[in-house]
Protein backbone atom coordinates (compact mmCIF):
# COMPACT_ATOMS: atom_id res chain seq x y z
CA UNK A 1 0.00 0.00 0.00
CA UNK A 2 1.76 3.45 -1.00
CA UNK A 3 0.29 5.92 1.71
CA UNK A 4 1.06 10.00 1.52
CA UNK A 5 1.88 11.65 3.84
CA UNK A 6 2.44 15.53 5.00
CA UNK A 7 2.00 16.67 8.70
CA UNK A 8 0.34 13.16 9.85
CA UNK A 9 2.92 12.86 12.85
CA UNK A 10 -0.15 12.43 15.51
CA UNK A 11 -1.43 9.37 12.63
CA UNK A 12 1.15 7.55 11.18
CA UNK A 13 2.64 4.69 13.63
CA UNK A 14 -1.56 3.97 14.14
CA UNK A 15 -2.37 3.80 11.08
CA UNK A 16 0.46 1.47 9.99
CA UNK A 17 0.06 -0.32 12.68
CA UNK A 18 -3.59 -1.10 12.56
CA UNK A 19 -2.62 -1.77 8.46
CA UNK A 20 -0.04 -4.55 9.05
CA UNK A 21 -2.47 -6.04 11.63
CA UNK A 22 -5.03 -6.09 9.00
CA UNK A 23 -3.09 -7.05 5.96
CA UNK A 24 -0.11 -9.07 7.63
CA UNK A 25 1.02 -9.86 3.79
CA UNK A 26 0.43 -6.12 2.84
CA UNK A 27 4.43 -4.18 2.64
CA UNK A 28 3.74 -0.52 3.03
CA UNK A 29 5.41 2.33 1.30
CA UNK A 30 5.29 5.52 3.12
CA UNK A 31 5.62 8.32 1.14
CA UNK A 32 6.62 11.55 2.81
CA UNK A 33 7.45 15.14 1.44
CA UNK A 34 9.71 16.37 4.06
CA UNK A 35 6.68 17.17 6.67
CA UNK A 36 7.91 19.72 8.89
CA UNK A 37 6.39 18.21 11.77
CA UNK A 38 8.64 15.23 11.52
CA UNK A 39 5.93 12.40 10.08
CA UNK A 40 9.27 11.22 7.67
CA UNK A 41 11.20 10.13 11.08
CA UNK A 42 8.59 8.71 12.28
CA UNK A 43 8.35 6.81 9.33
CA UNK A 44 11.90 5.43 9.57
CA UNK A 45 11.85 4.26 12.99
CA UNK A 46 8.69 1.72 11.72
CA UNK A 47 10.45 1.05 8.68
CA UNK A 48 13.73 0.26 11.08
CA UNK A 49 11.26 -1.84 12.99
CA UNK A 50 9.38 -3.80 10.57
CA UNK A 51 10.69 -4.85 7.01
CA UNK A 52 7.36 -4.67 5.59
CA UNK A 53 7.43 -0.78 6.08
CA UNK A 54 9.22 1.33 3.56
CA UNK A 55 9.93 5.16 3.14
CA UNK A 56 10.36 7.37 0.37
CA UNK A 57 11.50 10.60 1.12
CA UNK A 58 10.57 13.57 -0.96
CA UNK A 59 11.83 16.90 -1.04
CA UNK A 60 9.31 19.36 -0.91
CA UNK A 61 5.63 19.38 -0.78
CA UNK A 62 4.68 18.74 -4.17
CA UNK A 63 1.27 17.43 -3.76
CA UNK A 64 -0.78 14.08 -3.63
CA UNK A 65 -0.81 13.46 -7.19
CA UNK A 66 3.03 13.88 -7.30
CA UNK A 67 3.55 11.95 -4.17
CA UNK A 68 1.77 8.70 -6.01
CA UNK A 69 2.88 8.94 -8.86
CA UNK A 70 6.32 8.73 -7.21
CA UNK A 71 5.33 5.88 -5.03
CA UNK A 72 3.89 4.29 -8.07
CA UNK A 73 7.10 3.92 -9.60
CA UNK A 74 8.65 2.45 -6.59
CA UNK A 75 6.07 -0.40 -6.16
CA UNK A 76 5.99 -1.22 -9.95
CA UNK A 77 10.19 -1.39 -10.19
CA UNK A 78 9.43 -3.00 -7.01
CA UNK A 79 7.30 -5.85 -8.78
CA UNK A 80 4.17 -5.67 -6.60
CA UNK A 81 0.83 -7.36 -8.84
CA UNK A 82 -1.50 -5.22 -6.40
CA UNK A 83 -1.03 -1.43 -5.91
CA UNK A 84 -3.52 0.46 -3.53
CA UNK A 85 -3.65 3.85 -2.12
CA UNK A 86 -4.58 4.82 1.30
CA UNK A 87 -4.57 7.89 3.83
CA UNK A 88 -2.77 8.24 6.55
CA UNK A 89 -4.84 9.74 8.94
CA UNK A 90 -7.66 7.32 9.67
CA UNK A 91 -10.45 8.44 7.06
CA UNK A 92 -9.42 4.51 5.39
CA UNK A 93 -10.24 2.02 7.55
CA UNK A 94 -7.35 -0.96 6.90
CA UNK A 95 -10.16 -3.45 8.32
CA UNK A 96 -12.24 -3.14 5.14
CA UNK A 97 -9.26 -3.97 2.91
CA UNK A 98 -10.40 -7.59 2.48
CA UNK A 99 -13.66 -6.47 0.77
CA UNK A 100 -11.67 -4.19 -2.18
CA UNK A 101 -9.26 -7.20 -2.38
CA UNK A 102 -11.92 -9.70 -3.25
CA UNK A 103 -13.72 -7.16 -5.41
CA UNK A 104 -10.24 -7.02 -7.65
CA UNK A 105 -10.77 -10.54 -8.91
CA UNK A 106 -12.81 -9.42 -11.59
CA UNK A 107 -11.82 -5.65 -11.48
CA UNK A 108 -8.64 -4.14 -12.76
CA UNK A 109 -9.44 -1.02 -10.44
CA UNK A 110 -11.68 -1.09 -7.03
CA UNK A 111 -12.10 2.10 -5.03
CA UNK A 112 -13.75 2.00 -1.76
CA UNK A 113 -16.66 4.15 -1.93
CA UNK A 114 -18.50 6.37 -0.17
CA UNK A 115 -21.71 6.78 -2.07
CA UNK A 116 -22.59 3.60 -3.88
CA UNK A 117 -25.58 2.35 -1.27
CA UNK A 118 -23.80 0.89 1.84
CA UNK A 119 -21.48 3.78 1.94
CA UNK A 120 -21.43 6.14 4.14
CA UNK A 121 -19.54 8.83 6.01
CA UNK A 122 -18.72 9.46 9.66
CA UNK A 123 -18.36 12.94 11.21
CA UNK A 124 -17.53 14.77 8.14
CA UNK A 125 -18.73 18.63 7.86
CA UNK A 126 -21.46 19.21 5.60
CA UNK A 127 -19.68 21.66 3.91
CA UNK A 128 -16.75 18.29 3.11
CA UNK A 129 -20.17 16.30 1.50
CA UNK A 130 -21.72 18.58 -0.56
CA UNK A 131 -18.09 19.31 -2.07
CA UNK A 132 -17.36 15.84 -2.44
CA UNK A 133 -21.19 14.89 -3.97
CA UNK A 134 -20.82 18.12 -5.81
CA UNK A 135 -17.46 17.27 -7.40
CA UNK A 136 -18.53 14.01 -8.11
CA UNK A 137 -21.79 14.85 -10.08
CA UNK A 138 -19.33 17.43 -12.07
CA UNK A 139 -17.07 14.38 -12.54
CA UNK A 140 -19.88 12.54 -14.13
CA UNK A 141 -21.64 15.34 -15.70
CA UNK A 142 -18.84 16.43 -18.01
CA UNK A 143 -16.57 13.29 -18.25
CA UNK A 144 -19.38 10.79 -18.48
CA UNK A 145 -17.50 8.68 -15.75
CA UNK A 146 -19.74 6.35 -14.77
CA UNK A 147 -18.51 6.19 -11.03
CA UNK A 148 -20.03 7.70 -8.11
CA UNK A 149 -17.14 7.99 -6.01
CA UNK A 150 -14.19 9.06 -8.57
CA UNK A 151 -12.40 11.70 -6.19
CA UNK A 152 -12.26 8.36 -3.48
CA UNK A 153 -8.18 7.45 -2.31
CA UNK A 154 -8.88 4.34 -1.24
CA UNK A 155 -8.53 1.58 -4.08
CA UNK A 156 -6.41 -1.15 -5.47
CA UNK A 157 -5.51 -1.11 -8.60
CA UNK A 158 -3.75 -4.29 -10.67
CA UNK A 159 -0.17 -3.50 -11.91
CA UNK A 160 -1.06 -3.97 -15.48
CA UNK A 161 -3.77 -1.26 -14.93
CA UNK A 162 -1.29 0.94 -14.17
CA UNK A 163 1.22 -0.17 -16.83
CA UNK A 164 -2.00 0.48 -19.27
CA UNK A 165 -2.59 4.03 -18.48
CA UNK A 166 0.22 5.84 -19.49
CA UNK A 167 1.02 7.36 -15.91
CA UNK A 168 4.13 9.12 -17.71
CA UNK A 169 1.79 11.76 -19.05
CA UNK A 170 -0.44 12.31 -15.61
CA UNK A 171 0.22 15.88 -14.91
CA UNK A 172 -2.61 16.28 -11.83
CA UNK A 173 -0.59 16.98 -8.69
CA UNK A 174 -3.12 17.86 -6.65
CA UNK A 175 -6.28 15.84 -5.37
CA UNK A 176 -7.22 15.64 -8.93
CA UNK A 177 -4.84 12.99 -9.68
CA UNK A 178 -7.72 10.18 -8.29
CA UNK A 179 -10.44 11.54 -10.67
CA UNK A 180 -7.61 11.26 -13.36
CA UNK A 181 -7.00 8.06 -12.93
CA UNK A 182 -10.41 6.40 -12.82
CA UNK A 183 -10.84 8.58 -16.27
CA UNK A 184 -7.69 6.38 -17.80
CA UNK A 185 -8.65 3.30 -16.26
CA UNK A 186 -11.96 3.51 -18.10
CA UNK A 187 -11.19 5.09 -21.33
CA UNK A 188 -8.88 2.32 -21.43
CA UNK A 189 -12.11 -0.16 -21.36
CA UNK A 190 -10.46 -1.43 -18.33
CA UNK A 191 -13.19 -2.44 -15.36
CA UNK A 192 -13.96 -0.29 -12.37
CA UNK A 193 -15.65 -1.46 -9.46
CA UNK A 194 -16.66 0.24 -6.11
CA UNK A 195 -17.12 -1.50 -2.78
CA UNK A 196 -19.06 0.25 -0.26
CA UNK A 197 -16.72 1.45 2.61
CA UNK A 198 -17.76 3.78 5.55
CA UNK A 199 -15.15 6.82 5.57
CA UNK A 200 -14.40 8.18 8.98
CA UNK A 201 -12.98 11.56 9.41
CA UNK A 202 -9.67 12.36 10.79
CA UNK A 203 -9.69 13.20 14.51
CA UNK A 204 -5.77 13.97 14.71
CA UNK A 205 -4.30 16.64 12.54
CA UNK A 206 -5.66 18.65 9.65
CA UNK A 207 -7.01 18.09 5.98
CA UNK A 208 -4.40 19.52 3.24
CA UNK A 209 -7.07 20.35 1.15
CA UNK A 210 -6.90 23.98 0.16
CA UNK A 211 -8.14 26.37 -2.45
CA UNK A 212 -5.45 26.09 -4.66
CA UNK A 213 -6.46 21.71 -4.65
CA UNK A 214 -10.06 22.49 -5.40
CA UNK A 215 -9.19 25.05 -8.18
CA UNK A 216 -7.09 22.70 -9.67
CA UNK A 217 -9.51 19.92 -9.87
CA UNK A 218 -12.40 22.40 -11.37
CA UNK A 219 -10.05 23.46 -13.72
CA UNK A 220 -8.60 20.36 -15.26
CA UNK A 221 -12.07 18.52 -14.83
CA UNK A 222 -13.41 21.66 -16.28
CA UNK A 223 -11.07 21.60 -19.71
CA UNK A 224 -10.98 17.51 -20.15
CA UNK A 225 -14.62 17.81 -20.28
CA UNK A 226 -14.74 20.79 -23.07
CA UNK A 227 -11.77 18.78 -24.94
CA UNK A 228 -14.03 15.46 -24.89
CA UNK A 229 -17.24 17.50 -26.03
CA UNK A 230 -15.08 18.96 -28.56
CA UNK A 231 -13.78 15.70 -29.85
CA UNK A 232 -17.16 14.44 -30.21
CA UNK A 233 -18.48 17.07 -31.95
CA UNK A 234 -15.41 16.77 -34.62
CA UNK A 235 -16.11 13.02 -34.81
CA UNK A 236 -20.07 13.30 -35.25
CA UNK A 237 -19.23 16.03 -38.53
CA UNK A 238 -16.57 13.89 -39.91
CA UNK A 239 -18.76 11.07 -39.84
CA UNK A 240 -21.57 13.27 -41.23
CA UNK A 241 -19.79 14.19 -44.45
CA UNK A 242 -17.95 11.19 -44.92
CA UNK A 243 -22.15 9.91 -45.13
CA UNK A 244 -23.40 12.39 -47.75
N1 LIG B 1 3.22 13.23 0.34
C1 LIG B 1 2.16 14.03 0.35
N2 LIG B 1 1.03 13.64 0.98
C2 LIG B 1 -0.03 14.47 0.97
C3 LIG B 1 -0.03 15.71 0.34
N3 LIG B 1 -1.25 16.28 0.51
C4 LIG B 1 -1.98 15.41 1.23
N4 LIG B 1 -1.24 14.32 1.53
C5 LIG B 1 -1.64 13.13 2.27
O1 LIG B 1 -2.72 12.56 1.56
C6 LIG B 1 -3.66 11.98 2.44
C7 LIG B 1 -5.04 12.62 2.21
O2 LIG B 1 -4.95 14.01 2.51
P1 LIG B 1 -6.06 14.73 3.43
O3 LIG B 1 -5.78 16.17 3.41
O4 LIG B 1 -6.19 14.03 4.72
O5 LIG B 1 -7.35 14.46 2.56
P2 LIG B 1 -8.86 14.65 3.01
O6 LIG B 1 -9.23 16.02 2.70
O7 LIG B 1 -9.13 14.15 4.36
O8 LIG B 1 -9.45 13.52 2.09
C8 LIG B 1 -10.11 13.60 0.87
O9 LIG B 1 -9.25 13.74 -0.29
C9 LIG B 1 -8.33 12.73 -0.47
C10 LIG B 1 -7.40 12.96 -1.66
O10 LIG B 1 -7.84 12.31 -2.75
C11 LIG B 1 -9.01 11.42 -0.63
O11 LIG B 1 -8.00 10.44 -0.66
C12 LIG B 1 -9.92 11.16 0.53
O12 LIG B 1 -10.64 9.99 0.27
C13 LIG B 1 -10.86 12.32 0.77
O13 LIG B 1 -11.82 12.41 -0.22
C14 LIG B 1 -3.10 12.19 3.86
O14 LIG B 1 -2.41 11.03 4.24
C15 LIG B 1 -2.17 13.39 3.68
O15 LIG B 1 -1.15 13.45 4.63
C16 LIG B 1 1.18 16.13 -0.32
O16 LIG B 1 1.30 17.21 -0.90
N5 LIG B 1 2.22 15.24 -0.29
Not at 76 to 90: K, P, T
Not at 183 to 202: D, K, S, Y
Amino acid sequence: MVVPTYDEALNLAWIVERLRRAQPDFDVLVVDDDSPDGTGRIADELAAADPHVSVLHRTAKGGLGAAYLHGFAHALDAGYDVIGEMDADGSHQPEQLDRLYAALADADLVIGSRWVPGGSVVNWPRRRELLSRGGNLYVRLLLGVRVRDATAGFRLFRRTTLEKIDLATVRSTGYVFQTDLVARTLNAGLTVREVPIEFVERVRGDSKMSGAVATESLKRITEWGLRERSRRVRAALGSGRGRR
